[in-house]
C-alpha cells in the first residue's frame, strides 16, 4: 500500500502552499514549482495530482538531469524501430504512457534547447513525434516542472528558451527551504519516524529537549531529504535510544564536513577564485611584512630567525616604527580595484580552458559584461 501523499506542515507559509496547490489542482494549467535542492518539490507535485481529475491515471516522475541529453528527447516521445543505434523495437514515450494523467519533469533547468523546442509544442496542443516518426500523436497530459536553478537566468544566458519559460510557469509555487519553516521540523521527524518504525519495528525513545532546540536551530542546508536521512541514521545506528544533543551533534557535525566537501560547480568555482584573490592579497601583504621585519633586524645587527615566521610568537613581534621616524621599506601599495577585477577576470578565464560563457557564470556576470571588462582591460 503505498503511503498518503501530504504536505507535512503547520505554519502559516505551509498552508498557504496547500491552499495554493488545492486551487491549482482543480485544473489541467501548468505549474512550475521551484525551491532549493531537497525540499520536497516532487511530494507537493504528487499531493497536486492526487487531488486532481487525473488522480486515478499515472503520475510519473522525470529526472531531466539524470538522463544524458541524447537519450532524454527518446525517453520523453519514444522511439520507433530502427531510430538510432540500439532501437532494435519501437517503445513509448513518458508522454504517451502518462496521457490522461501527469508528468512530473524534475530539474527542467538542464533540458537541451534541441529537447526544449519539441516539449514547447508538446504544452502548446499535446502534440509529438517519436523520434524516426512522421506521424504525429495526440497526448492528454497534465504538466508539471520543477526547478532549483534560477530559469529566468538561464533564459538571460540563453541557456533556456524565453517562451518556453513564460508556458512554464502559468502558475508557479515556490516552496520554502527547510529553515524558514520553525516547528514543522518537528512535525516532519515525527512523520519520518513514524514512517521508518512501521518498516522495521525499530524502537525510538525520542529526543531530550536541549536535542529538540539543537534540531530547530540547524540551518539544514540539504532541506527535508536531509531530515529524513538524519532520522534514519539516529534510529538505525542509535538502535533507538534516546537522541541528547551530544548524539546529534555528532551526526551534524559529520554532515556539515561532508556539506563543505560538495558545492555548486559554478557557485564553488566562483568561490575558490575569490578564496584564491584573497590569498593573492594576503600574501603579498605578509611578505612586504617580513621583508620589513627582516631588514629591521639587519640593521640592529641581528640574524633573522626562520622558525619564529612559522609559527610566530605575539609577545615577540617586533615594535613597528614610531609615526615620526620614516619607513625605511614602505609596503607595497595594495592593487587599485581595477587591477583586482583585471587579475581576477584572468585567473576565471584560465581556470574555465578559455570558455568565456563559462567564466561569466563562475564570476556570477553575463557574457555581455564579461566582453566588455576584457576589452576595457584589453585581455
Same mark, same amino acid.
Given at each position: 500500500m503505498k503511503p498518503d501523499i501530504d504536505i507535512i506542515g503547520a505554519s502559516d507559509v505551509m498552508e498557504r502552499l496547500r491552499q495554493f496547490a488545492l486551487q491549482v489542482a482543480e485544473t489541467d494549467i501548468t505549474v512550475l514549482i521551484t525551491g532549493e535542492?531537497?525540499?520536497?518539490?516532487?511530494?507537493?507535485?504528487?499531493?497536486?495530482?492526487? &487531488?486532481? =481529475?487525473?488522480? /486515478?491515471k499515472s503520475f510519473i516522475p522525470v529526472n531531466c538531469g539524470a538522463i544524458p541529453t541524447g537519450i532524454l528527447e527518446s525517453e520523453l516521445f519514444g522511439h520507433e524501430k530502427g531510430a538510432f543505434?540500439? +532501437?532494435?523495437?519501437?517503445?513509448?514515450?513518458?508522454?504517451?504512457?502518462?496521457?490522461?494523467?501527469?508528468?512530473?519533469?524534475?530539474?527542467?533547468?538542464?533540458?537541451?534547447?534541441e529537447?526544449?523546442?519539441?516539449?514547447?509544442? !508538446?504544452?502548446?496542443? %499535446?502534440?509529438?513525434?517519436? !523520434?524516426?516518426?512522421?506521424?504525429?500523436?495526440?497526448?492528454?497530459?497534465?504538466?508539471?516542472?520543477?526547478?532549483?536553478?534560477?530559469?529566468?537566468?538561464?533564459?538571460?544566458?540563453?541557456?533556456?528558451? /524565453?517562451?518556453?519559460?513564460? =508556458?512554464?510557469?502559468?502558475?508557479?509555487?515556490?516552496?520554502?527551504?527547510?529553515? /524558514?519553516r520553525g516547528r514543522d521540523i518537528l512535525l516532519l521527524i515525527e512523520h519520518f519516524v513514524l514512517e521508518f518504525q512501521q518498516k522495521h519495528t525499530i524502537p525510538?525513545?525520542?529526543f531530550t529537549p536541549d536535542a529538540t532546540e539543537m534540531l530547530l536551530r540547524y540551518p539544514w542546508p540539504g532541506n527535508v531529504r536531509e531530515l529524513r536521512n538524519l532520522v534514519e541514521s539516529l534510529l538505525v545506528l *542509535?538502535?533507538?535510544? *534516546?537522541?541528547?544533543? %551530544?548524539?546529534?551533534?555528532?551526526?551534524? $557535525?559529520?554532515?556539515?564536513?561532508?556539506?563543505?566537501?560538495? &558545492?555548486d560547480p559554478v557557485r564553488s568555482e566562483k568561490n575558490e577564485l575569490q578564496l584564491l584573490y584573497s590569498s593573492l592579497?594576503?600574501?603579498?601583504?605578509?611578505?612586504?611584512?617580513?621583508?620589513?621585519? $627582516?631588514?629591521?633586524?639587519? /640593521? +640592529?645587527?641581528q640574524q633573522p630567525q626562520p622558525a619564529k615566521f612559522l609559527l610566530p610568537d605575539p609577545s615577540q613581534r617586533p615594535v613597528p616604527p614610531s609615526i615620526a621616524e620614516p619607513d625605511p621599506a614602505p609596503a607595497a601599495a595594495p592593487p587599485s580595484l581595477d587591477d583586482a577585477e583585471k587579475k581576477t577576470i584572468m585567473e576565471a578565464i584560465n581556470s574555465c580552458g578559455g570558455n568565456k560563457k563559462k567564466a561569466a557564470a563562475a564570476l556570477g556576470t553575463t557574457e555581455r559584461t564579461l566582453y566588455r571588462k576584457i576589452k576595457r582591460y584589453g585581455l
Open positions: 535542492t531537497g525540499s520536497g518539490k516532487e511530494v507537493l507535485a504528487r499531493f497536486i495530482h492526487k &487531488h486532481s =481529475r487525473r488522480a /486515478e543505434t540500439g +532501437a532494435v523495437q519501437g517503445r513509448k514515450g513518458y508522454f504517451e504512457t502518462a496521457d490522461r494523467g501527469s508528468i512530473f519533469l524534475d530539474e527542467i533547468g538542464e533540458m537541451s534547447l529537447t526544449q523546442v519539441k516539449f514547447l509544442r !508538446v504544452i502548446e496542443n %499535446g502534440e509529438f513525434q517519436r !523520434v524516426g516518426a512522421s506521424s504525429t500523436i495526440y497526448s492528454d497530459t497534465r504538466i508539471i516542472a520543477a526547478t532549483n536553478k534560477n530559469l529566468m537566468q538561464a533564459v538571460a544566458d540563453r541557456n533556456f528558451r /524565453e517562451d518556453l519559460y513564460y =508556458r512554464l510557469r502559468s502558475v508557479e509555487l515556490q516552496i520554502p527551504p527547510l529553515r /524558514e525510538f525513545e525520542g *542509535e538502535k533507538g535510544q *534516546e537522541i541528547t544533543s %551530544g548524539i546529534l551533534d555528532k551526526h551534524l $557535525v559529520q554532515r556539515s564536513r561532508f556539506k563543505s566537501l560538495v &558545492h592579497i594576503q600574501l603579498r601583504q605578509e611578505v612586504s611584512d617580513i621583508r620589513h621585519m $627582516v631588514q629591521q633586524l639587519a /640593521e +640592529a645587527g
